[in-house]
């Protein structure tokens, strides 16, 4: 039993005493030692920022790949002014309008009849008189189609998206 008291006694005496204030010291040190705190941070959200610098160019992609069909239906419709309705020119326009690749005229180039009206074009008859007095025009409707695949896969929203636009202009 001595013994055990000794070594209690001895523990509180001045080495004891030393090796609390030595760990009381180190406890104060690392509660307020801020270094490695940023590296930390900036390991959580590394992923975070990468994803959404992915998603807002993916998105921005996107939005480019819907304007280069626009205008390869809109080069396709000035074809046809410029050099009449032919089925191959145009849809040789459409698909050599942008840089971009796998943009087609679908469904193909189609000329009509029709009579302006304030929701566009209504389809008639050639030759028949529109309700302003004029003769209806001869008109070509262009469309364009493009698929957009998304950079990587989001599970959350679909992985294509198919573009298409038109263009309804008046050769005569």
């Known amino acids: ?7 209690i006694q001895n523990f509180s005496s001045s080495s004891g005493r030393r090796l609390l204030g030595s760990l009381t010291r180190h406890a104060r040190a690392a509660a307020g030692d801020q270094r490695g705190v940023a ?3 900036f390991a959580i959200l590394v992923p975070l920022l990468s994803l959404m610098v992915v998603s807002i160019t993916d998105i921005g992609l996107a939005l480019y790949r ?7 239906a809109q080069a396709g419709a000035q074809y046809a002014i410029a050099r009449g309705f032919d089925t ?5 326009a459409v698909a050599s309008a942008t840089s971009a ?4 005229a679908s469904p193909p180039p ?3 009849c029709g009579c302006p009206t304030s929701a566009g074009v209504s389809a008639t008859s050639c030759g028949t008189i529109c309700p302003g ?4 025009g001869t008109y070509t409707t262009v469309s364009a189609k493009a698929t957009y695949y998304t950079i990587i896969d989001y599970q959350i929203v679909a992985a294509t998206y198919t573009y298409t ?3 309804t202009t008046r050769l005569q």
Request: charge should be neutral.
């Open 101 to 104: 690749t796998n943009i087609t």
């Open 1 to 7: 039993m001595r013994l055990g008291a000794m070594q």
């Open 165 to 167: 636009a038109q263009s």
């Open 39 to 41: 590296a930390a941070e």
């Open 133 to 136: 007095g004029a003769t209806a």
């Open 88 to 92: 191959n020119g145009i849809a040789n």
């Open 110 to 112: 189609v000329q009509f």
């Open 66 to 72: 819907k304007m280069q069909v626009e205008n390869a």
